[in-house]
């Protein structure tokens, strides 16, 4: 019982500095020895866990997958009239907080491994099943009310998530300080007024 819980308490903190050591040496260069040298561990402890690195980077995608899980679960707007409810899953899905979840460079570094490695491939195309069916959701409540009108809610759902992750990896090139709190705040609210504008014109 004592191994088991030394585990569960080893596992994701090995995971969460691997992800450190990507943002700071690429994904090449994040070897186990430097995540052990990171964490002043031996490099064996990480070898017992997760056997190779590409089952360390298989744990890193689960990681992210249910960092953005679990702002889907915090996601609420199940009492709010179906304009407000709009306005929520829009604010919700271009907020700071979704931008930041994993930093962008993680991002980019997971998605390039994923084209060489179909394990990692298919974890990341759940992710986005998983986001596609929440957005799926929630149109078709905003249709059921008339406040939308699409024939496919599917490719709709396509489309805004095409907006999302372009506008999130885009954002990183024009804006010159992410910690400028202003120039991100009127970068999220102008993609959320284009994608107000194509969901409700759907209606017209």
């Given at each position: 019982?004592?191994?088991?819980l030394n585990a569960d308490i080893q596992k994701p903190k090995i995971v969460k500095h691997f992800y450190k050591t990507i943002?700071?040496?690429?994904?090449?260069?994040?070897?186990?020895?430097?995540?052990?040298?990171?964490?002043?561990?031996?490099?064996?402890?990480?070898?017992?866990?997760?056997?190779?690195?590409?089952?360390?980077?298989?744990?890193?995608?689960?990681?992210?997958?249910?960092?953005?899980?679990?702002?889907?679960?915090?996601?609420?707007?199940?009492?709010?009239?179906?304009?407000?409810?709009?306005?929520?899953?829009?604010?919700?899905?271009?907020?700071?907080?979704?931008?930041?979840?994993?930093?962008?460079?993680?991002?980019?570094?997971?998605?390039?491994?994923?084209?060489?490695?179909?394990?990692?491939?298919?974890?990341?195309?759940?992710?986005?099943?998983?986001?596609?069916?929440?957005?799926?959701?929630?149109?078709?409540?905003?249709?059921?009310?008339?406040?939308?009108?699409?024939?496919?809610?599917?490719?709709?759902?396509?489309i805004i998530m095409t907006m999302i992750e372009g506008s999130r990896h885009f954002r990183a090139f024009i804006i010159d300080?992410?910690?400028?709190?202003?120039?991100?705040?009127?970068?999220?609210?102008?993609?959320?007024?284009?994608?107000?504008?194509?969901?409700?014109?759907?209606?017209?």
């Open positions: 019982m004592k191994k088991r943002l700071g040496q690429g994904f090449e260069g994040a070897s186990i020895a430097k995540v052990a040298k990171r964490m002043n561990i031996h490099p064996s402890l990480i070898l017992h866990y997760f056997g190779n690195k590409e089952n360390l980077t298989l744990a890193l995608v689960d990681y992210v997958i249910e960092a953005y899980n679990s702002l889907l679960k915090k996601y609420k707007a199940k009492d709010l009239a179906p304009e407000d409810r709009l306005e929520r899953l829009l604010e919700a899905i271009w907020s700071r907080e979704y931008y930041e979840k994993i930093n962008v460079a993680g991002s980019f570094a997971v998605l390039a491994v994923s084209f060489r490695n179909e394990k990692i491939h298919g974890k990341i195309r759940d992710l986005y099943r998983i986001f596609k069916k929440f957005l799926v959701r929630e149109f078709r409540f905003l249709i059921d009310n008339n406040l939308i009108c699409m024939d496919d809610p599917e490719q709709t759902a396509e300080d992410d910690r400028d709190d202003d120039q991100v705040r009127r970068y999220n609210q102008e993609m959320i007024s284009v994608a107000r504008k194509l969901l409700t014109s759907f209606s017209s």
